[in-house]
């Protein structure tokens, strides 16, 4: 089946040190995103691509980076973890453009830890 | 800035009651998505509303849009404990590749 896969599920990293999460998708979508969920709060945009033009948001911390290699993976960096980075993080996918069935699919999330 | 607002932020309900959640956004926009999402989980599509008047239903949850108010519900019809989860609304810029979502409503149907 077509989906958007997030690996780890699950991740517990240091204060200050680096981690990466990863998304992958079999939908063959243009645009992939990246959002942050706290608890208890929508989630918050934080990037996306369309194909392999990146899209920042303006209040997206320098500490969150983002790179996709190719149409199927995209990889969420976090230089430097701090406390307040603890949450889900979602990744979603969509065919991009005004189409009329630009509907956007999300992964099952990664929930990270900062200890 | 884009705004997109939900109300009620929560809602407790009784079973077999009805009740409108309500979406309201700040820009031009045809499309607004709604989704489901339970304690711990992803997000789950609902709906996709494409057009003004655009009315669709899934069992006991009906959503609705008027492009004109800029406002979006989701209506909830005798209501059952597994209705029970976050609800949230989302509207797409014209470019068609930023979605921002509502502030979400904590549903609680209690028997």
């Known amino acids: 089946d077509a989906m958007v896969i997030q690996n780890p599920r699950y991740q517990v990293t240091q204060f200050g040190k680096p981690v990466t999460l990863s998304c992958s998708q079999t939908?063959?979508?243009?645009?992939m995103y990246w959002y942050q969920q706290k608890s208890s709060q929508a989630p918050k945009l934080l990037f996306h691509?369309?194909?392999?033009?990146?899209?920042n948001e303006a209040d997206t911390p320098d500490n969150f980076q983002s790179r996709r290699p190719n149409t199927s993976f995209c990889f969420l960096d976090i230089r430097s973890p701090g406390l307040g980075d603890a949450a889900m993080y979602l990744c979603?996918?969509?065919?991009?453009?005004?189409?009329?069935?630009?509907?956007?699919?999300f992964g099952p999330g990664t929930r990270l830890t900062v200890l | 800035e884009l705004k997109v607002e939900q109300n009620p932020l929560f809602l407790s309900m009784q079973e077999g009651k009805n009740y409108t959640i309500y979406c309201n956004y700040s820009?031009?926009?045809?499309?607004l998505y709604w989704y489901r999402q339970d304690p711990g989980k992803s997000l789950e599509s609902l709906f996709v509303?494409?057009?003004?008047?655009a009315v669709k239903q899934e069992g006991r949850l009906m959503a609705s849009l008027d492009t004109k108010a800029r406002l979006s519900t989701l209506h909830i019809t005798a209501a059952v404990h597994d209705l029970s989860a976050t609800y949230f609304c989302?509207?797409?810029?014209?470019?068609?590749?930023?979605?921002?979502f509502g502030t979400g409503t904590s549903l609680t149907v209690i028997p």
């Open positions: 939908l063959n979508h243009n645009v």
């Open positions: 979603a996918t969509s065919r991009g453009g005004q189409g009329q069935w630009n509907e956007q699919f």
């Open positions: 509303l494409l057009s003004n008047g």
């Open positions: 989302a509207v797409v810029t014209w470019t068609g590749n930023q979605f921002y």
């Open positions: 820009t031009t926009s045809d499309r």
């Open positions: 691509y369309y194909d392999k033009d990146f899209n």
